[in-house]
């Protein structure tokens, strides 16, 4: 194997001092533990991918023994500002950052929904984590590309759910809110053409619709079904009913609307003596996290280097603060596969796993 004659790798191999391949002996090994510690970004997920692989392949009874461990260095540094001591706490990941940074900017906050309503205290908190919530999943339909302000124009109007199945046929849309709504307009489609839903399909993004996964780049894909499983409303249409019942707000606050005639904001966000007006409930999160961002300086390590020795030592190698997770096989039999499909000969699965999920992926820019 070429991996094998490169210069790191071989001095690994001897740095650990359990062969590789079919001689390796885990009694022989000269550590306890074998760490692997890449920045907390994208680019050091892959690193940690690679490295998991190479285990896996050559090294596989001293990740079955227990003996590899990947260190968890922190996201953000946080630190007061005008701190004279200068003492400063981190944070993992960006979720945790948004979490910490929401829960700061809710401390003593007020909500005026200019209905005659003010929201403060534990249901301040509730609607704050509500919100975080129903992003979540609004921000998950539109990199599918899903506009959620076109989706809330087709929500019921008795049972105010969204509809679940997107549908494409001849370059027409339609949505269905439930599964049989759906099955009976395949069945027509089918009916129609003669062909069965298989053929009838270019591509499926739904596994559960059992549909056909193949590509083909030469189709006509104006002429062929589409079917797409929001499964994102499913959880969104639950968190809308809780808004909508607990709160008493309607989908609509959830974006801008036109208010001809009226002056000031729609709503309010209220901190001590100062008032931020706030035009929609999605806004209202991003206008929390900032005041909570405020007498607070962070830092976001794009890498390990960034950090000064002092604090490599404190956060990722001190094992009193360090966080370490235990590799199984479960975790470098899929780091295998995720390499196999990304960087194997076979151009298909690669393919297919983009198509997936590519509008899934985070970039790290």
Do not use: C
Request: glycine letters at 6%; hydrophobic letters at 40%.
């Amino acid at each position: 194997m070429r991996v094998l004659k490169n210069e790191e790798i071989q001095s690994m191999i001897t740095a650990f001092g359990v062969g590789f391949g079919s001689e390796v002996d885990v009694s022989k090994r000269r550590y306890g533990k074998v760490v692997i510690m890449t920045d907390a970004d994208v680019d050091g997920s892959h690193i940690r991918t690679l490295l998991l692989t190479f285990f896996y392949r050559q090294m596989r009874e001293l990740v079955k023994g227990g003996f590899v461990y990947a260190a968890q260095p922190p996201l953000y540094r946080v630190r007061r500002k005008n701190n004279k001591d200068g003492k400063a706490r981190y944070v993992m990941t960006d979720e945790a950052m948004k979490k910490e940074l929401l829960r700061a900017g809710v401390q003593n906050a007020r909500f005026d929904a200019h209905d005659g309503r003010v929201i403060e205290g534990a249901e301040m908190e509730a609607l704050s984590d509500l919100l975080s919530r129903i992003e979540d999943s609004i921000q998950a339909l539109e990199r599918r590309g899903f506009g959620f302000r076109a989706l809330a124009q087709r929500q019921d109007p008795t049972s105010a759910a969204l509809p679940m199945y997107h549908v494409t046929w001849r370059k027409v849309e339609n949505w269905f809110f439930k599964r049989t709504e759906l099955d009976a307009y395949l069945a027509t489609v089918q009916q129609e053409t003669g062909l069965s839903v298989d053929e009838l399909t270019a591509t499926s993004i739904s596994k559960s619709l059992d549909l056909n996964e193949r590509f083909d780049e030469n189709a006509d894909t104006g002429a062929k079904l589409r079917v797409v499983e929001l499964y994102e409303i499913r959880t969104l249409n639950n968190l809308l009913a809780e808004l909508r019942e607990r709160f008493m707000f309607e989908i609509d606050s959830l974006y801008k609307i036109e208010r001809t005639g009226e002056e000031g904001s729609r709503y309010s966000l209220l901190r001590g003596d100062s008032e931020i007006g706030v035009e929609d409930l999605r806004s209202l999160l991003t206008t929390i996290r900032e005041a909570g961002e405020k007498g607070w300086q962070i830092t976001r390590f794009k890498g390990l280097g960034e950090m000064d020795p002092e604090e490599l030592r404190e956060t990722t190698l001190d094992p009193v603060n360090r966080t370490l997770v235990q590799i199984t096989m479960e975790d470098a039999e899929a780091a295998d596969e995720l390499f196999r499909v990304l960087m194997g000969e076979q151009v298909e699965p690669r393919r297919e796993f983009i198509e997936k999920f590519a509008l899934d992926a985070k970039l790290d820019v």
